[in-house]
């Protein structure tokens, strides 16, 4: 049976979609063709009818992510978005959380066009955050360059923990409490 061109592009969505979970969850070393496939219910022989190479797909993957994750902060002010980030049920979804967090590292080790993808997504998140706390202020982007490094990377420190480990939630806690007070000193964490 033919599949339909609308049907085709659905079903590239969708493994879009089940790959960029997969590799925030598991890193993209960590998720064979055969595997991200089968996770989306389609067969390994598949892959090639819609993606020349997993390069390519990681790339693609990356810009999903990105997008799923501005969709999420959209409407949130400043202080709610680094409640959020910083939270552990956040630390605790790798799945569904920050690609920078969950691919960062290894982002650094791919393609150009994934490094692309990714200054391109930071680039988003630090307008999202500038935009959430624009004070008029002349420095405000050397302040979100602060405020993305530091939450992003208590993220990773914090997940590199064990899960149960009183470490991890004192990274979270730690660091949210000083991003909330860098974003203004006035209001109590």
Do not use: W
């Not at 405020?147 to 990274?171: F, H, K, N, W, Y």
């Not at 979270?172 to 203004?184: I, K, Q």
Request: charged residues 25%; contains cysteine; negative net charge.
């Amino acid at each position: 049976m033919k599949v339909t061109k609308a049907q085709a592009q659905a079903n590239r969505a969708h493994i879009v979609e089940t790959a960029s979970a997969l590799f925030r969850d598991r890193g993209y070393d960590g998720v064979g063709v055969a595997d991200l496939m089968g996770a989306a219910g389609f067969t390994h022989g598949g892959f090639y009818k819609h993606f020349r190479s997993k390069a390519d797909l990681m790339t693609e993957t990356a810009r999903c992510g990105f997008e799923q994750g501005a969709a999420k902060a959209a409407g949130r002010d400043a202080r709610t978005f680094v409640n959020h980030y910083l939270s552990r049920k956040h630390r605790d979804d790798r799945a569904d959380g920050c690609t920078v967090a969950a691919l960062g590292g290894d982002a650094a080790r791919q393609p150009e066009p994934t490094r692309e993808v990714f200054a391109a997504g930071i680039e988003s998140m630090l307008a999202g955050l500038a935009g959430a706390k624009d004070d008029g202020g002349s420095d405000l982007r050397i302040r979100s360059i602060e405020t993305i490094a530091q939450i992003v990377g208590a993220l990773v420190l914090s997940r590199a923990c064990p899960d149960d480990s009183p470490l991890a939630d004192e990274i979270l806690n730690v660091c949210r409490a000083a991003a909330l007070s860098a974003l203004d000193p006035s209001v109590e964490a």
